[in-house]
């Protein structure tokens, strides 16, 4: 198999992965939509390191459901420590025990972002053409310049 079909069907696979991240995404939050929408307080935090050693910190959300007082880790973390005793906007699920926190830039963000970037290796990818095509008896299909 010749290297401008590799690089192709890399590019095309990685463009097909970020429209399916986007798509994923959406459903994820679309199956929410029915959950009730509440407040919850950030009352701590956990911390974790990516591999090259910057801290990361999640959110421990506590709200309260059916009278009872229940927490969960956000889904979201960053770089910055959360406030703890802000109030945050969350979603619980009506009929189990499960709440997330909202966050509609985290929702933006990830389903453009998949869209944008799968487009464009998309595009790069049916765009790759062999560097030099090859005429009749493994000729070159153009007669090289005088001089070179």
């Known amino acids: ?21 986007a798509v994923g995404h959406e459903v994820y939050w679309w199956k929410r939509r029915a959950w009730l929408p509440s407040t919850g307080i950030i009352k701590d935090f956990k911390e974790t390191h990516w591999a090259d050693g910057g801290p990361t910190y999640s959110a421990v959300i506590e ?7 229940r927490s969960f880790d956000s889904q979201y973390a960053s770089g910055k420590k959360p406030t ?10 009506p009929g189990e025990d499960r709440a997330a926190e909202i966050s509609q830039s985290h929702r933006i963000m990830i389903t453009v972002a998949s869209c944008v970037f799968g487009a464009i290796f998309i595009i790069v990818g049916s765009n790759i053409k062999p560097t030099s095509e ?15």
Do not use: C, E, W
Request: glycine content about 16%; charged content about 5%; proline content about 8%.
């Open 84 to 93: 703890i005793g802000s109030h945050v906007p969350i979603v619980m699920s």
């Open 63 to 69: 709200y309260k459901l059916n009278g009872a007082v």
């Open 1 to 21: 198999m010749q290297m401008h079909y590799i690089a192709a069907i890399f590019f095309i696979g990685l463009g097909i992965a970020g429209l399916a991240l």
């Open 134 to 148: 090859q005429g009749v008896g493994g000729q070159p299909a153009t007669p090289p310049r005088v001089g070179d």
